[in-house]
């Protein structure tokens, strides 16, 4: 079982940055995969990054080049740097771990974009 908490949500104007972070309950290293998903309202949910355990990552088409995934494995923590946001980038996102068989889903973290 792991528990994720995600934070650093808010408004900011478009062209803005926020980092958003994700504490897990366990050493991320042992992780098979980690995530940032989000949800904008009447979409469904949708992958924005993820960062497997060997440090492989991947994007969204709609994020390359504006959100970096990273982690800070001594502080069990997975990162995404968002620069350049923009109004289309307004969602709630969630943070996703994949151990073993299971999923595991924060409650999310609401981002506003405003332009």
């Known amino acids: 079982q792991v528990h994720v908490v995600e934070s650093g949500g808010g408004l900011v104007q478009a062209g803005g940055s926020l980092r958003l972070s994700c504490v897990a309950s366990?050493?991320?290293?042992?992780?098979?995969?980690m995530g940032w998903y989000r949800q904008a309202p009447g979409k469904q949910r949708e992958s924005v990054a993820t960062?497997?355990?060997?440090?492989?990552?991947r994007y969204a088409d709609s994020v390359k080049g504006r959100f970096t995934i990273g982690r800070d494995i001594g502080e069990n923590t997975v990162y995404l740097q968002m620069n350049s946001l923009k109004p289309e980038d307004t969602a709630v996102y969630y943070c996703?771990?994949?151990?073993?068989?299971?999923?595991?889903w924060g409650q999310g973290t609401q981002v506003t974009v405003s332009s």
């Open positions: 996703n771990a994949v151990a073993g068989p299971s999923e595991h």
């Open positions: 366990r050493t991320i290293y042992r992780i098979a995969a």
């Open positions: 960062l497997t355990r060997n440090g492989s990552t």
